[in-house]
């Protein structure tokens, strides 16, 4: 099989190459640039709605929180790193701690 034709091999050459490039700039953060660790998170609220006859309309009674913040996925740096775990983040800010 020709590996240079194999459209499944250089996805994989393409993928191993971005792995590669990722957990080099966890380990190896610029040592002028700035690292912050941030993350987003969601929070669910059930909203319920009461009926209003005369309008024939839904309205908006209530808003409650039904859970706390999770923990965010993935967590990013201000340096430009992103994707990263909990672990790998932690990692990145010990090495740039100590360049
Ligand atoms: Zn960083």
């Known amino acids: 099989m020709d590996d240079e034709r194999d459209p499944e091999a250089t996805l994989r050459e ?16 610029d040592p002028d640039a700035e ?9 669910s609220y059930r909203v319920s709605f009461a009926y209003d ?9 209530t808003v409650e929180q039904v859970d706390d913040p999770a923990e965010p996925d993935l967590l990013s740096c ?20 100590t360049e």
């Open 14 to 29: 393409w993928k191993e190459s971005m792995q590669a490039e990722h957990a080099d700039a966890i380990a190896n953060p």
């Open 35 to 43: 690292h912050a660790i941030e993350g987003v998170t969601q929070v």
């Open 53 to 61: 006859a005369d309008a024939g309309e839904l309205r908006r009674e």
């Open 78 to 97: 201000s340096c430009g790193v992103r994707g990263m775990t909990r672990e790998e983040a932690r990692e990145h800010v010990a090495a740039a701690r």
